[in-house]
């Protein structure tokens, strides 16, 4: 089992950045795939972006493509999410989660497929 912890969350005006973190710890974090949801006041929890095992395959839902960069340090255990260019429709509690993979390169946009799930922090962007 794994525990995943988010931090990095907060209130930012429309155009500014935030790097959310993600810290892993009890298993290798190395055997996990990665990814960001999100999930808006009275709307369902939405992919954001994943990572592959190794870090070397990234995907991103359309919304957040060339303003949001995932990337994991594998040595720290944590995965990050750079996101420039915030919007308010931005505005979620944003969850990392955990996939055990067997494929390094392989990316996991399921929301079904995360077997573990941090407990979210809150970015609020004002307009």
């Known amino acids: 089992q794994v525990q995943l912890v988010e931090s990095g969350g907060g209130l930012v005006q429309d155009g500014y950045s935030l790097r959310l973190s993600c810290a892993a710890s009890?298993?290798?974090?190395?055997?996990?795939?990665m990814g960001w949801f999100r999930q808006a006041p009275g709307k369902e929890r939405k992919f954001v972006a994943a990572i592959s095992r190794n870090g070397g395959n990234t995907y991103y839902t359309d919304s957040v493509k060339g303003r949001f960069t995932i990337s994991r340090d594998n040595a720290k255990n944590t995965v990050y999410l750079q996101m420039n260019s915030l919007k308010p429709e931005d505005t979620a509690i944003y969850y990392c989660a955990a996939d055990p993979q067997v494929y390094a390169t392989a990316v996991v946009t399921l929301h079904k497929e995360y077997d573990y799930w941090g407990q979210g922090t809150q970015v609020t962007v004002s307009s």
């Open positions: 009890g298993r290798t974090f190395s055997n996990y795939a």
